[in-house]
């Protein structure tokens, strides 16, 4: 099951994901899942999956009518594919609602049906093509940087994806707020809901979340409370600790 390099991660719930050093996820991936607030009866986009750790947290408590996984790394596929097949064989069914799909995200027609979908998720990467220091390794590169795709393809890419008032929920650094917002009006997605991510009071936001609207009305975007990921003591914070909840379980 597990090949050189890969260890198994456990989410809570008895929900388990195979993880190696080019393919993991951080609280960011964790934040966005709990953000993103999807339910069982949603059919759900996730852009560039990676080794799929949103469509398997979703999973951990009920099945979810539809769940798209797209990613163009064939590894992080394959990773996918053994961990959704490595949790059924130890009786764990939700995960078959999750379709792996090995994909340019820019190339979709024929591959993944538009117009269906009420929530497409992504989280991208935070790096611009040519900016800072890029890892010599592709996997993590692509990770990192926009190599194989920029914001606009994303945003577009969704667009196409969503049904009318169609959910698309993004992460980014708060650097970039106003390329995410310019990009998703480009494509009809209107911003109707954010959230900022700081470590603690004392410092500044590290994070954004961010809901759109295809075609949705403009004129009104809900500025939520700012996240804390800690309290004054430096313990997580009461909302992280339910964030965290079934993943932090997990690990104990």
Request: hydrophobic share 35%; with cysteine.
């Amino acid at each position: 099951m597990l090949k050189e390099n890969e260890r198994f991660e456990p989410l809570g719930n008895g929900i388990e994901i195979i993880v190696s050093d080019a393919h993991h996820f951080s609280t960011d991936t964790i934040l966005l899942a709990d953000f993103a607030g999807v339910k069982s009866a949603d059919r759900v986009v996730e852009l560039g999956t990676g080794c799929g750790t949103m469509p398997l947290l979703w999973t951990r408590k009920e099945s979810i009518k539809e769940i798209v996984a797209i990613d163009i790394q064939e590894n992080a596929i394959d990773m996918l594919i053994r961990s959704i097949n490595h949790n059924i064989e130890n009786g764990h069914k939700n995960p078959k609602c999750i379709t792996p799909l090995c994909a340019d995200l820019k190339d979709l027609k024929g591959k993944c049906e538009f117009s269906k979908y009420n929530v497409v998720v992504c989280n991208p990467p935070y790096k611009l093509s040519g900016s800072g220091i890029k890892n010599p390794d592709s996997e993590k590169l692509l990770a990192r940087h926009e190599e194989s795709c920029s914001l606009d393809d994303i945003c577009k890419t969704a667009s196409k994806l969503l049904q009318f008032q169609g959910r698309f929920c993004i992460c980014q650094r708060p650097e970039r707020l106003a390329d995410v917002m310019e990009s998703m009006r480009k494509h009809d997605i209107e911003p109707k809901r954010l959230r900022l991510v700081q470590q603690r009071l004392s410092k500044e936001p590290k994070l954004f979340l961010l809901e759109g609207r295809y075609k949705g009305n403009k004129g009104f975007m809900q500025v939520m409370p700012t996240l804390f990921i800690e309290n004054e003591q430096g313990d997580f914070s009461d909302e992280m600790t339910r964030i965290y909840g079934l993943y932090k379980e997990g690990r104990i």
